[in-house]
């Protein structure tokens, strides 16, 4: 009986400690400090489309939105040689945070986004110079993902900020070259996102003055992930690395950026510093042994 009263008692203790963790922002309140979120809906949506969208990103949840349509003259505004007549079906909901928050992206509709993953958009809105906000995907059929990229640009510049349009173009071409490392190289996705995240995270740190540095960098990279890419797919990747090294963009920031997301990447792949279990371990040992105390 004591050994059961012992239980029950850690893991209410357990839950009492957890639940502050996992509280959600109140649910149907505008906070004015921020503004309210931005819908964007691809242009080529039908109304029934439309709606499911609306349905899957909880529109009716929200106190209060904001509604734009993103098209293909969007398109080209933020990437250069753009098709202005793409079809757009991607869409999302970006709630801007308080600074320092960073970027939280899910995909509500993963099996209708083919291409690109959640790691992928993160990356490439960094690049763009998009931070602090949460960004909700989704689609009602099945696309690659690519579009909502622009919408969330436009979005973003709806709530009050500007986008620098080379950085939008580098972010494009970024999340086209990691869906072709994923999809036609064989790469998985995840560690093409890490490779991504380190790359940059070392032009950040290091500064490199030359392209060549630049390619030393990318070269160290894909040997410690392991990684294997064609001759022009190298070359690819060492050409985009060139064009973000000179970028108009505060490195020391960016490399702070980056930091976070690499942890949240090795948290998703398995890559968890095991000193981190072992925390875990002692604190539940030692609160055992407290608890046990209050019975004797």
Do not use: C
Not at 126 to 135: Q, R, S, W
Not at 155 to 176: F, H, I, P, S
Request: charged letters at 30%; aromatic letters at 6%.
């Amino acid at each position: 009986m004591k050994r059961f009263l012992i239980i029950i008692t850690a893991m209410l203790l357990v839950i009492g400690i957890a639940s502050p963790l996992t509280a959600q922002a109140d649910e149907g309140v505008v906070d004015e400090r921020l503004g309210v979120p931005i819908v964007v809906y691809g242009a080529d949506l039908s109304e029934t489309e439309k709606e499911s969208v609306k349905k899957s990103l909880k529109v009716a949840e929200e106190a209060e939105v904001e509604e734009i349509i993103v098209s293909g003259s969007d398109l080209v505004k933020y990437i250069k040689d753009g098709n202005d007549k793409a079809r757009m079906y991607s869409s999302a909901k970006i709630t801007r945070q308080e600074a320092g928050k960073g970027l939280v992206i899910s995909i509500v509709t993963e099996d209708n986004i083919t291409q690109v993953t959640s790691e992928m958009y993160a990356n490439a809105m960094l690049t763009a110079g998009i931070e602090d906000a949460i960004v909700e995907v989704a689609a009602p059929k099945k696309v690659t993902g690519h579009s909502a990229l622009v919408g969330i640009y436009k979005a973003y510049e709806v709530t009050g900020e500007t986008l620098d349009t080379e950085r939008t173009d580098v972010a494009n071409d970024e999340l086209n070259l990691a869906t072709k490392f994923s999809k036609e190289a064989g790469v998985d996705s995840d560690k093409v996102s890490e490779l991504l995240t380190e790359i940059k995270k070392q032009i950040a740190e290091k500064n490199p003055a030359t392209k060549e540095e630049v390619e030393k960098i990318v070269t160290e990279q894909l040997s410690k992930l392991n990684i294997e890419l064609s001759e022009a797919d190298r070359q690819l990747l060492i050409d985009l690395m060139d064009r973000i090294r000179n970028l108009d963009i505060d490195f020391n920031k960016f490399s702070e950026q980056l930091s976070d997301m690499t942890s949240k990447i090795k948290e998703k792949i398995g890559e968890i510093d095991p000193s981190f279990w072992e925390s875990v371990k002692e604190f539940f040992a030692k609160l055992f042994e407290s608890i046990q105390s209050w019975f004797k």
